[in-house]
C-alpha cells in the first residue's frame, strides 16, 4: 500500500516538474526561427521592474543601455505581461512602423482602452476613425475649429498663474486641454459636470500602465473592477476631489467614473435636441458604423492619451528652457514681436502669428527629439519578420526606439539641447528618415500637430512675463516623464513684459 508520505513526494515532484517546465518554457518561447537574444526576466513579471526604473529623461534607460551592451540592437524582453522585441536599428523600426499595422498594447493596457476601441480594431475602422480626427485635428482643423479655444484657455490660466505668483506647467496645460476637448466633444455642459470631469482627469492615475497586470491590488484591475460598493465609494470620492485633495484619492474609480460622465452628458443631449460638440459630431455623425458607446470609448482614449502626453513633454520642454537663458531670451524676442506687431493688445493669436513663430517651433523640434526617449513604434507583426539570422515573432509586441535622435551622425552633440540645429529644416514635418518623435506609418500620432500647437500657444503666454523655473526641479522617466519636484514656473503680474 502507498504510503501517504510518498503520495506527497509524488505530488510535490510533479509540481515541481510542471513548475519547472513552465519556467523553461517561460524562458525559451517558442519560435519558428531563431529569437533575438535576451532574457525573458521573471515569469509573469518578465523585466517590467527594471524597464520602468526612474532615470534621466533625456537619455536612454539603464536598461536600455545595458541590454544593447549585452544583446545588440535587437533583443527580446517580457514587459507588463507580455513578450516584446526592443529595436534600436532605426532602418528595422522604419520599416515595420510602414508595414505593420497591429498597434503594440499589452492586452492589459488594451483592456483599459476598451477592448472595442475603434484603434484596436480592423484597419478599415481605424482608417476610418483615423480620418475623421484629422478634420478635427489636421492643420485646417486645428486653424478653423479649435486654434481660438486653446487661444482664449491659455491666455486665461496664464493670467490667473501671474495673480498667483505660480503656476503648474503640466497641471495648468492637462486643465486647458480637457477643457478643450470637453468642449468639442459635448459642446457647452453644465458647469458642475465640466468641472468633475475636469477634477476626474486631472486625478486619474497617472502611472496608468506602470502595473498593468491584471491582478487584484494592481493598477489596470484597480480601475476596471466594479465593486458593489462603487456608489458609496464614489460619493466619498466626489467628495474628496471637490475638497482638492489628492492624497488617499480612490483611483480606480477614475476611468467608471469618466466614461459614465461623458456618457450621460452625450446621452442628455442627444434625447434632449441640444447641441453636442463638433468632435463628437464628426465621430458620431456616421450612425450606421458608429454606436455611443464606440464613440465615446474612442474619445475616452484620446483623452487619455492627449493627457498622458503633451502636458509633460510641455512641462520638461519649460525645464529645457529655463536652463538656456539664450533660448528664454531668443524666445522672449520672438514673442515680444508677435505681441508688439498686434493693434488690439487683446486680439487672440491667429494662425499667421501661429506659423511665424519660427524659433519656438526649433524649441519644440529639439525638446520632442532629446525627450524621446521611450519607445515610439508600437506594433503587433501579424507574421513573423526575419531579421538577419533572428525572427520576429507574430503576436510579439515590436518596441521600436528612436535611437537615430541620439545618433551623433545625424545630430552634432546628440545629448545637448540645441534648438539652434533645426535652423533652415522643414519646421512644419512631423516625421522624417532621422526624426520620429510621434511614429511612423499608418499609426502615426493624429494628436501630433493639436500638440504642438498648444506647446506652441502656452510658450507665447508664458513669455509674456519674465518667468522661472527652480533649478531643483528635474525631470525624470518611467515610462511617461515625471516631474519628482513638481513643475511650476514662477510669473507674476509684476513681470508681465510691457511693450
Ligand atoms: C507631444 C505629445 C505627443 C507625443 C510625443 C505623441 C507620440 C505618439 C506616438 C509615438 C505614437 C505611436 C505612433 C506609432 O506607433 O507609430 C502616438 C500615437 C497616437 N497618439 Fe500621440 N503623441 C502626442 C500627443 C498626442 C495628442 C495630443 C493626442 C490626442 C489629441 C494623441 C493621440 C494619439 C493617438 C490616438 C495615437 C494612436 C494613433 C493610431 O494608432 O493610429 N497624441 N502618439
Redesign the pocket.
Known sequence: MVEVYELWIVIVSLIVVKLSHWIYQWRNPRCNGKLPPGSMGFPIMGETFQFMKPHDALQFSAFVKERILRYGPVFRTSLFGGNAIMSMDNELNMEI?KTTHI??VPKSITRLFGENNL?VQSIES?KHV?SL?FQM?GSDGLRIRTMKDIDLLSHKHMEEGARKGFLDVKETLSTI?IEC?AKKVMGDIEPGSAKELALCWRNFPSGWFRLPFNFPGMGVYNMMKVSIFSNLISNIYMHKLNDGGRDGIVSWQARKRMMKLLKEAVLKKITSGEELGEFFKIIYGEKDTMSVDKAIEYIY??FL??NE??PR?LAATVKLISKNPKVMEELQREHAEIFRGKKDKEASLTWEDYKSMTFTHMVINES?RIT?TVP????TPDHDIQVGDNTIPAGWIFMGYSSVHFNPEKYEDPLVFNPWRWKGKDLSALVSKNYI????????????Y???L??AIFIHYLCRYRWSMKAEITVTRSYVLMFPHGCDVQISEDTKVDN
Open positions: 512602423a498597434p503594440g484603434f481605424h483615423r480626427t485635428l486641454l476637448l482614449t484620446f492619451i492627449a502626453t503633451t513633454i520632442l524621446s515610439v513604434v508600437l506594433r518623435p510621434f511614429g511612423a506609418g499608418p499609426r502615426l500620432c493624429v494628436g501630433a493639436f500638440a504642438k498648444m506647446m
